[in-house]
């Protein structure tokens, strides 16, 4: 991350066997600093806070060049190959959870959620235990507690969003020499007393954070603009029906928030430009940045087409193509919406072509060709064990600019999107729809849902049109959740909204569909194909299961959720 010196400070994130040999614990390490060190320093205090905002690492294949963030991220398997938007081509730990395997011995890539969030929790808890010993001024004081409050929170909603309610460490911090008996420390709070929690927790931040990445406060650190759209975030979450742990007016007055701030807006440089090398974009509310020392996996080879040597990687299913709309806004199966089934690709929503490469889209000096036989991104093309599953590639996040071959020292610079602008319209489109219907201005709003929808549509480059007036409310979620689908494709969204919704039992039990294409003379024929086998979801998927080493590790103190 830009701007940040790191220094390594050993904290205990769980509860390790140790020898009893003093004379080996009296053995000062030499490869990190101490706690003394740390908390005398505020120099070395400050690169410990800032180090937060990254975890350990705690699996295979995670974090090519750089600890992980929050969340999945870059990586090899997006958290979009666990959803309708993608599957991961060579499997990579996300097919037993596509194909509804998942159990407490066998998490996949969901597996380092519960054990990283808890132990950034616990370094969180240090630092502000521990903050008054520090020398430094009041003003930097306030801003460092503010930003841990931030760091621990969105480690908190982390946790909520996949498991439910968990245990609340409060200010902690547990030592080796506490009793671990105790069947309060594993004891799980009910939802909403855990996002109340984390809501006020943010509360507190905004009030203390920044306005902006500016005036000393370096760029890929926590500001108030931050903390308010986490609330956002989380509100909305609070009021799903999954959830049903806040109300919707919340939600709404969570985005008014943020959008009342009046510093951010929907970037009119074009959509694939938002996803591209940092800017300084006013959409962006808060993201990782990266810098060829700190890079993340070189997207373009990891996804790239196997015609150009690519591997294939996030490769996106029909069943997302599908949902993009026809450029006049009806649905590909609405009468009078001109879509020919012939030819698929043309007069689709903009974004479309933004995320998603397809048999002839252009790239990199020529068209794309997946069909056979003898399409070069096809499985008659160079490098056929990694032709797409799905007949199509992954676009959204690729810089042509980049090279396929060879990119170690150079790709991987695009900007991980936490929070930006467009999300927070969607959240309070939604929130509002529900609490009024799309053309009603909320308490304390200044504009409809249905105009907060026409604000991301007017993009310059997407330019859809505007949702019609006099939709129910009914029609209009439905509006809602197509265009969250569409903008926030493969962003880490997906994997929650059809949960929220209590959709998930519907969406996630569609066969994965990709597409087959035949050649012949000139003509094309499209074919839907089942793209990976035994896709399914239960019930008891609406939430992930803690990993059976976390039961074990609390002597079975810490309950499990239901159906594990």
């Known amino acids: 991350m830009k701007t940040i010196k790191y220094c390594i400070l050993f904290l205990l994130g769980s509860i390790v066997a140790v020898s009893c040999n003093k004379d080996f614990l009296d053995v000062t390490p030499t490869d990190r600093l101490s706690d003394a060190a740390v908390l005398s320093d505020s120099v070395l205090f400050e690169a410990f806070v800032v180090n937060r905002y990254m975890g350990a690492r705690l699996t295979n294949k995670e974090a090519e060049g750089t600890p992980p963030g929050f969340g999945r991220g870059f990586e090899y398997a997006l958290w979009a190959s666990l959803t309708d938007e993608a599957v991961y081509n060579n499997d990579d730990d996300t097919w037993l959870i596509q194909r509804g395997q998942l159990s407490p ?114 760029i890929g650190r926590a500001t108030a603009g931050a903390a308010l759209a986490l609330k956002s975030r989380l509100a909305l979450y609070a009021a799903s029906p999954l959830y049903n742990s806040g109300t919707w007016e919340q939600a709404v007055q969570a985005s008014v928030d943020v959008i009342a701030l009046n510093k951010y807006g929907i970037s009119q440089d074009g959509y ?25 996996v070189p997207m373009e080879i990891a996804n790239g087409p196997n015609g150009y040597d690519g591997w294939g990687g996030n490769v996106p299913l029909q069943n997302l193509v599908d949902a993009y709309r026809m450029n006049n806004g009806k649905t590909i199966n609405e009468n009078g919406s001109g879509y020919d089934p012939q030819k698929p690709y043309e007069n689709r929503d903009p974004r479309f072509y933004s995320t998603i490469l397809h048999d002839g889209a252009s790239y990199r000096g020529r068209t794309v060709e ?50 930006r602008y467009a999300e927070i319209l969607l959240n309070f489109a939604e929130a509002a729809n529900e609490v009024g219907g799309p053309d009603a201005i909320p308490s304390g709003a200044t504009l409809s849902a249905r105009e907060a929808i026409n604000q991301i549509r007017a993009r310059t480059g997407v330019d859809m049109p505007e949702v019609a007036t006099g939709l129910g409310k009914d029609a209009f979620r439905d509006i809602i959740r197509n265009e969250r689908q569409i903008e926030l494709a493969f962003e880490e969204h997906r994997f929650y909204d059809v949960r929220r919704w209590l959709i998930a039992e519907e969406t996630e039990n569609e066969p994965a569909y990709g597409i087959e294409i035949t050649k012949s ?44």
């Open 272 to 296: 694939r430009a938002l996803f591209q090398k940092a800017s300084n974009s006013n959409e962006i509310i808060f993201a990782r940045y990266y810098s060829v020392g700190a890079r993340h």
């Open 521 to 564: 003379g000139n003509t094309l024929n499209y074919q839907r194909k089942v793209a990976l086998e035994g896709r399914r979801f239960l019930k008891r998927h609406y939430w992930l299961p803690i990993p059976r080493a976390e039961i074990l590790a609390s002597d079975n103190r810490l309950q499990q959720n239901e159906d594990y």
């Open 370 to 419: 997946t069909f056979v036989p003898g399409g070069r991104d096809s499985r008659d093309g160079n490098s056929n064990w990694n032709t797409s599953r799905t007949g199509y590639y992954l676009y959204k996040f690729i810089d042509d600019d980049m090279p396929i071959n060879n990119p170690w020292e150079i790709a991987g610079l695009q900007p991980w999107i936490y929070f």
């Open 105 to 218: 011995e066998n998490t996949g890539i969901a597996g380092t959620i519960w054990s990283r969030s808890y132990r950034s929790i616990r370094e969180c808890n240090f630092a502000l235990a521990h903050i008054d010993e520090v020398p430094m001024s009041d003003m930097l004081k306030t801003r460092l507690t503010a930003e841990l409050k931030f760091i621990r929170a969105f480690r908190y909603h982390d946790l909520i969003r996949n498991y439910g309610g968990v245990p609340l460490l409060a200010d902690k911090v547990y030592e080796l020499t506490d009793d671990f008996t105790d069947p309060s420390i594993y004891e799980r709070q009910e939802l909403k007393v855990c996002i109340d929690y984390v809501l006020n927790e943010l509360n507190d931040a905004a009030a203390q954070l920044p306005a902006a990445n500016d005036n000393g406060w370096p």
